[in-house]
């Protein structure tokens, strides 16, 4: 079983729609996990962390559940900028190295 | 890119040849990170340094080297390059959400 696993999708999306991807981890003493944005042929950016309490930011909404061992990310109002890949990370602890997921492809359509 | 620069940014080398993998960080982080990308395998961790003079293997160490002699350069050699190495090699700084990306080498090997 991967580490971390994600549908590749694509998710072809329209403007304006809300979109959600979720993504499963196994190993149980991961301690922080964040969403990142990689954008076609360029590197990978955090997009934002992800809590326990979940946390949004503007249109993005990250959320955690320990106890099924998943993340989802909920964009609402896509724009075509949102357009990209979206890469699910986590870490054991804070000095262990990232662990990715192949990622989630959007794409948003006019 | 955060002040995470990689050299080269494009190479092309035959079956059988050396190359070094440049990063070079301005931001006195401790830890840095090599990872390669596939189409359909995500991100792979190949080797890393929790600091200066220090260095680890990751998921596919295999038929890199690395060597971390000063803090800001990590570098990354291929000392008989195969095609299966053919990838883009992203090199990381810092842990956490304080990871941040340089912009990539992409690297064919024929």
């Known amino acids: 079983r991967k580490e971390v696993e994600q549908d590749p999708g694509p998710f072809n999306v329209p403007e304006g729609a809300t979109v959600a991807f979720n993504c499963t981890y196994s190993n149980s003493a991961s301690q922080s996990f964040f969403w990142y944005r990689q954008d076609c042929r360029k590197e990978p950016k955090l997009l934002m962390s992800?809590?326990?309490s979940g946390n949004e930011d503007g249109r993005f909404t990250a959320q955690l559940n320990r106890a099924s061992q998943y993340i989802s990310l909920l964009i609402r109002d896509s724009k075509l900028s949102d357009s990209a890949t979206y890469l699910c990370?986590?870490?054991?602890?804070?000095?262990?190295?990232?662990?990715f997921g192949k990622g989630t492809r959007l794409s948003v359509i006019a | 890119n955060a002040g995470v620069t990689q050299t080269p940014k494009f190479r092309v080398l035959k079956t059988g040849q050396s190359m070094t993998l440049l990063c070079a960080q301005d931001?006195?982080?401790?830890?840095m990170y090599w990872y390669r990308q596939d189409p359909g395998m995500g991100l792979r961790l190949i080797h890393y340094s929790v600091g200066e003079g220090t260095t680890a293997k990751g998921e596919v160490p295999d038929g890199y080297n690395v060597s971390r002699l000063k803090k800001q350069n990590f570098l990354l050699g291929l000392e008989s390059a195969a095609p299966s190495q053919t990838s883009v090699y992203f090199c990381a700084i810092g842990r956490g959400s304080s990871q941040f990306f340089g912009p990539g080498t992409r690297l064919t090997v024929l």
């Open positions: 992800v809590y326990s």
């Open positions: 931001m006195n982080h401790e830890y």
């Open positions: 990370v986590v870490t054991a602890t804070g000095n262990t190295p990232l662990v």
